[in-house]
């Protein structure tokens, strides 16, 4: 069971940030135990992280709790622009009268029971702006609970054609190494590559590589060493793939990862058996064929097997986990959108690893989504795809099936039924889906033809801001949902829960 809750568009000016609770019950009403219950604060990206911290009261009595803004004892002195405070208890009821800004909340004869402090604000434009303490005392001035956080914006990430490796490695013995910095030209070469390797703790680095190639150090065993590499893709698909690799004077590798940039993404980690295996790539034309396609399968950063457009290719494979990589550029022509599959075969097997990848264009209106599932058995199967309509209808959703690199029927157009007869093994689906302004929902239920259980289903939201929980019901019966917005720092304009089992509502 799946429980949905989703804000709508217009916030509080004061952190951006709400509290709101669920909480599951069997019915009718009684004293006993939720089988659910969640206080959460939600903010938008343009506000500070919320912080939710819990603190135990083990005797009743008054307490207070302190909300101090330390960036404005700072010399010069770096407040927050807000910031604001609230205290619930095991009942998701706000305890007291929240802080609008810096200072002491007062608590007055609380049971003895688990609460749970939430803050939400806007570090200010000083630096050093955000640093905030909470201490929690009792009437006489017995420390309860003490804690220090930061008020600070989302973490923004890098430009959509770079991407970094920051991390660190050691060798185990001193002697010489080989470090590689290379560029996997997945779809093309990279704009720009550049490595640094510094023993950590040292004034300059052990080795610098610019643009791919290679260059042989000493490394002494038990330093630490870090490595730090940036690639930005420089090519009209906004994508790239390289790797840094460290070996010993006999080949072996130390230390190998790579890194995708821009629309290259990591497909997953198969874990091979030693034998021939191969690795095969097709688009699947589902809505439209791709401009582009390609993939590589790589071990401690170095590539095994790589295809830059649609086919297979043959390897030798040691019985090792490998990292899978693709590549898909959606044509901007509408409907902007397309996918490609990906398959590792053991040589006379089925596809011991097999993945889809739905890619849009810059600009489309769509979004894509993959599910992937194992059949334990082959035969006839009836695909379920529902618009919830929650809260809005789907402007358009579209559904293929996908097994052994290939689209199973006719994928489907709107919400309906697909009949598809798959073989035992991986089974995937790629849906597109457009989102209305307040956001939507769509399930996937897959269940044999003839009738009986699902075989599987999932639930996913559209846009906006959701929150979802899946709940276990251990007993069949009738049971209370309440849904609660605590108001804190301001009420949503628009707040809808839903409760799901399978596809239906």
Do not use: W
């Amino acid at each position: 069971m799946d429980i949905r809750r989703e804000p709508l568009s217009v916030l509080p000016t004061l952190g951006c940030a709400l509290v709101c609770a669920v909480m599951l019950a069997q019915a009718p009403v009684r004293a006993q135990s939720p089988l659910f219950n969640e206080v959460h604060t939600i903010a938008a990206a343009t506000t500070g992280v919320p912080i939710e911290e819990t603190f135990n009261i083990s005797t009743a009595g008054t307490y207070t709790v302190t909300l101090t803004d330390l960036g404005a004892e700072l010399s010069p002195s770096a407040p927050l622009a807000s910031v604001a405070l609230a205290v619930t208890n095991s009942e998701d009821a706000i305890v007291g009268t929240p802080l609008a800004a810096a200072g002491t909340l007062t608590l007055s004869s609380i049971p003895a029971g688990t609460y749970e402090l939430h803050v939400v604000g806007m570090p200010g434009n000083v630096p050093g702006s955000g640093p905030i303490g909470i201490v929690v005392n009792s009437s006489s001035m017995t420390q309860i609970a003490a804690f220090q956080e930061i008020i600070a914006l989302p973490s923004q990430s890098l430009p959509n054609g770079e991407a970094v490796l920051d991390d660190s490695f050691q060798v185990p013995t001193s002697g010489s190494y080989t470090v590689s910095l290379n560029d996997l030209q997945l779809p093309q070469s990279l704009g720009t590559l550049t490595l640094l390797v510094i023993a950590q703790g040292g004034a300059s680095p052990v080795v610098t590589l610019a643009n791919a190639g290679q260059a042989t150090v000493s490394l002494t065993a038990g330093v630490t060493y870090q490595i730090f590499a940036v690639g930005e893709a420089g090519n009209a698909a906004n994508a790239g793939l390289y790797s840094a690799v460290v070996t010993g004077s006999g080949g072996a590798v130390v230390y190998g990862r790579a890194v995708p940039v821009g629309n290259t993404v990591h497909l997953g980690s198969p874990a091979l058996a030693a034998g021939s295996t191969t690795l095969t790539l097709a688009d699947l034309a589902f809505p439209a064929a791709l401009s582009q396609v390609g993939a590589a399968l790589l071990l401690s950063g170095q590539s095994v097997a790589q295809l830059n457009a649609a086919g297979s290719q043959g390897f030798t494979a040691t019985a090792a986990t490998y990292e899978a990589y693709g590549v898909g550029i959606a044509a901007a022509a509408a409907p902007g959108a397309g996918s490609y599959a990906l398959e590792v075969t053991p040589a006379g097997s089925t596809p011991i690893f097999a993945t889809t990848q739905g890619v849009t264009a810059s600009g489309s209106a769509l979004t894509a989504y993959d599910f992937e599932t194992t059949l334990a058995a082959g035969g006839a199967e009836t695909v379920t795809l529902t618009d919830f309509q929650f809260p809005a209808i789907l402007p358009s959703v579209s559904l293929a099936a996908v097994q052994n690199g290939a689209v199973l029927a006719s994928p489907i157009t709107r919400a309906t039924t697909l009949n598809i007869t798959p073989a035992a093994g991986p089974l995937s689906f790629v849906v597109f889906a457009q989102a209305p302004a307040s956001g939507g929902l769509f399930g996937i239920n897959v269940a044999p033809a003839s009738g009986g259980s699902a075989v599987f289903d999932v639930t996913q939201a559209v846009g906006a801001i959701f929150s979802s929980q899946q709940v276990p019901i251990p007993d069949a019966g009738a049971y209370t949902v309440t849904a609660t917005d605590l108001g804190f720092p301001a009420k949503f304009a628009n707040y809808d829960t839903i409760v799901t089992f399978g596809t239906t509502q």
